[in-house]
């Protein structure tokens, strides 16, 4: 099975500020990796797929980037929108989710 | 517009069963494949089990293997999770979710709560 090491667990921003989450897969990917969005108390949000694949929707503030087994989610100019938690997702050999990065203000 | 609704959930005792049942509308459903995935409290993401467009092929976690069951109706738009030999450990929010082109989920049905306790 591949896991997925996602970090960091937390963040604390200040709005306007650029943050990156990392996920490392425990083998190559081939960028098969998705990006979500959730909020407290609701589904998941697809943000991002295929490493840097913007869904439609996704405000251009988000990005993505990466290969092999290292690969990269940055928000540019924190919005308090933003305020979330995120997860990756590998799918190149069934499915595996981070961990989770909680995003809160600073 | 996509909308997936789940339902079936509640409170159950250990070992006991459970099925969930999530409908679909807004696309073809027999044209996707459909996933489970569950949130224990305050806990990540885990994928649960995957089923084929057509139900042909199915695949589980390790942890639900042999206790769960993935299964779909496409003549009723409609996914199924029978869940048998349930644990404390199962307690979680359980979303449907469809497969975008790989498996990948972009659509997500809203949750439904299944706590395992007796």
């Known amino acids: 099975d591949i896991q997925m090491t996602q970090s960091p667990p937390s963040l604390s921003a200040s709005l306007g500020d650029k943050v990156t989450i990392t996920c490392q897969a425990s083998?190559?990917?081939?960028?098969?990796i998705a990006w979500y969005q959730q909020k407290p108390g609701k589904a998941p949000r697809l943000l991002i797929r295929?490493?840097?694949t913007l869904e439609s929707g996704t405000p251009s503030r988000f990005s993505g980037s990466g290969s092999g087994r290292d690969y990269s989610f940055s928000i540019s100019n924190v919005e308090s929108e933003d305020i979330a938690s995120y997860y990756c997702?590998?799918?190149?050999?069934?499915?595996?989710f981070g961990a989770g990065t909680k995003l809160e203000l600073k | 517009e996509v909308q997936l609704v789940e339902s079936g959930g509640g409170l159950v005792q250990p070992g006991r069963s459970m099925k969930l049942s999530c409908a679909a509308s807004?696309?073809?459903?027999?044209?996707?494949?459909m996933a489970w995935v569950c949130q224990a409290p305050k806990k990540g993401l885990e994928w649960v089990a995957t089923?084929?467009?057509?139900?042909?092929?199915?695949y589980y976690r390790d942890s639900v293997k042999g206790r769960f069951t993935i299964s779909r109706d496409n003549a009723k738009s409609t996914l199924y999770l029978q869940m048998d030999s349930l644990r404390s450990e199962d307690t979680a929010t359980y979303y449907c979710?469809?497969?975008?082109?790989?498996?990948?989920?972009?659509?997500w049905g809203q949750g439904v709560m299944v706590t395992v306790s007796s």
């Open positions: 979710a469809r497969c975008a082109v790989a498996t990948d989920f972009d659509y």
């Open positions: 807004g696309f073809t459903f027999n044209n996707y494949d």
């Open positions: 089923i084929s467009y057509d139900g042909s092929s199915t």
């Open positions: 083998q190559n990917i081939n960028k098969y």
């Open positions: 295929y490493t840097s």
């Open positions: 997702l590998q799918y190149d050999n069934l499915n595996t």
